[in-house]
């Protein structure tokens, strides 16, 4: 009775074998993310991306490698069921490990933070180990960043189900373990200038109970504002980046035909950054709406040696650098302020696809190449 009512869910459209499959494989997803850290899981996606589409161009089948729901429901290919499925998919070990990190920030599970570092909750490049509580919180947020997906995808609602996942996964964690949602306080949210000058907040706002004192005013460990990426928040450079970055996904799109390609080799590229090499650019955000535009625009792969060619790497430009720049107001509002890590380059995906879906639905865009429509 369970599995014929589950079979007459569209969102839910598998049987109770898979369905459980899909739980306890997300539950192991979240919680490796955990163990590795979710920077470093995310890297991994990179990785996979890149040698799952290589493997899909080779065979010349593209279609549905982002992990559509099948007959069965579950994602198929290598790309779909490993790189975005619940091994490395970003809504359940990237954001299984963001919220392990919020969780351990709270049970002695980071670092003591020196004085300017950012909040623990946020770093997730750290390795957070075997301790079994957290690796449970990771399994259980990699269980709602599946729930997620599968609703988002189920329904065909119009954005990125993936970045949906981890945008709603850092809202939830933020709830669950007490963090809030913006922060910011009386402070102009938009404002960077605090960051530029060195100033640091109050241990009241945001800061730790470890408050040296100075004159009776207790002055946090922390930064009154903690831009995402101390290198990349200025609004031209962002939009350089972000063009640059948009243009090269356009052009890897239209001559291999895949909208995922570049978002694996922006992901890959932040190995770099995870080791510490400085100033190295996030560009996921900007390359895959960059693809998706460019494959879109026209409704397929424009040929090279035409005009089509031409627009559709201009559009791709043009994503780009509306990715980037929707993922800088992003990250102002929602992470400069706040205590633990909420994804700009998530929402920001989930922003450009729902712009690329309305375009499409509007007759401007020949299609919306992989963003679910609403039938």
């Known amino acids: 009775m369970i599995e014929s009512l589950l079979l007459q869910i569209p969102v839910f459209g598998m049987n109770v074998p898979d369905l459980l499959l899909l739980i306890i494989a997300a539950f192991a997803g979240g919680a490796f993310g955990a163990a590795v850290g979710a920077l470093p899981a995310f890297c991994f996606t990179g990785f996979m991306v890149i040698a799952g589409q290589a493997v899909a161009i080779l065979r010349g089948?593209?279609?549905g490698e982002l992990g559509e729901l099948g007959a069965n429901g579950i994602a198929t290919g290598v790309t779909g069921a490993i790189a975005f499925g619940p091994v490395f998919g970003p809504h359940i070990s990237f954001a299984g490990g963001a919220a392990a990190a919020a969780y351990a920030a709270k049970s002695d599970g980071m670092y003591e933070p020196d004085d300017g570092d950012y909040h623990p909750a946020k770093d997730i490049a750290y390795a957070l180990g075997t301790r079994p509580d957290i690796l449970a919180v990771g399994g259980l947020f990699g269980i709602f960043g599946m729930v997620v997906r599968q609703v988002s995808g189920g329904l065909a609602l119009p954005w990125d189900p993936i970045a949906m996942g981890v945008v709603l996964s850092a809202v939830a964690h933020r709830i669950v373990f007490g963090y809030p949602l913006i922060g910011a306080g009386s402070r102009n949210i938009l404002d960077m200038s605090p960051f530029e000058s060195g100033e640091k907040r109050m241990a009241t706002d945001g800061g730790s109970a470890e408050a040296a004192t100075d004159g009776g005013t207790a002055e946090s460990y922390r930064l009154a504002v903690e831009p995402w990426l101390p290198h990349q928040y200025k609004w031209a450079n962002v939009a350089m980046i972000g063009l640059v970055a948009g243009l090269l996904g356009g052009w890897i799109a239209i001559q291999t035909g895949s909208p995922f390609l570049g978002f694996g080799i922006s992901a890959a590229s932040l190995t770099f950054l995870n080791l510490g090499?400085?100033?190295?650019?996030?560009?996921?955000?900007?390359?895959l709406p960059a693809s998706t535009a460019a494959l879109a625009v026209f409704g397929g792969t424009p040929e090279?040696?035409?005009?089509?060619?031409?627009?559709?790497?201009i559009v791709a430009g043009v994503f780009g650098a509306y990715g980037a720049l929707a993922g800088?107001?992003?990250?102002r509002v929602f992470y400069a302020h706040s205590d633990t890590h909420f994804d700009p380059p998530a929402a920001a995906i989930v922003v450009a696809t729902l712009t690329i879906a309305i375009l499409a639905i509007a007759g401007v865009f020949g299609s919306s190449s992989w963003v679910p429509l609403p039938v």
């Open 277 to 287: 090499v400085e100033k190295i650019p996030v560009t996921h955000h900007m390359t």
């Open 304 to 313: 090279t040696g035409t005009m089509a060619a031409v627009i559709a790497i």
């Open 61 to 63: 089948s593209l279609v």
């Open 328 to 331: 800088e107001v992003i990250q």
